[in-house]
């Protein structure tokens, strides 16, 4: 049974850092793109930031220079480092799997891990 369990979310002050890391299981990591998500209470789900099989990222531009993410597939697991934390970070973030398109696409989220950027 596929399963992505995201762990690192908590409490941090402005400008401070937090690295999220997201444990796969269940499935072919190696054979997936992965992404980070986030979501605020009434707003859509937004992608964060995406990581290709071959290792290539893609940034939302609220992001871009702040954030950075890998991935270890020896070890089936992605990370988001965020760094200069500001308090619109603030947000549950979702770990987000995903292969091929249409008919022949699979994907799995994980459950969520809260971040929260205050004073």
């Known amino acids: 049974q596929a399963q992505l369990v995201e762990s690192g979310g908590g409490w941090v002050q402005p400008g401070g850092s937090l690295t999220l890391s997201c444990a796969a299981s269940g499935f072919t990591f190696s054979e997936y793109v992965m992404r980070w998500y986030r979501q605020t209470p009434g707003k859509e789900r937004e992608m964060v930031a995406q990581?290709?099989?071959?290792?290539?990222?893609n940034y939302a531009d609220s992001v871009k220079g702040r954030f950075t993410i890998s991935r270890l597939n020896t070890k089936n697991t992605v990370y988001l480092q965020m760094n200069s934390l500001k308090p619109e970070d603030t947000a549950v973030y979702y770990c987000y799997a995903l292969r091929g398109a249409g008919s022949n696409k699979y994907d799995y989220w994980g459950q969520g891990t809260q971040v929260t950027v205050s004073s």
């Open positions: 990581i290709g099989r071959s290792g290539a990222p």
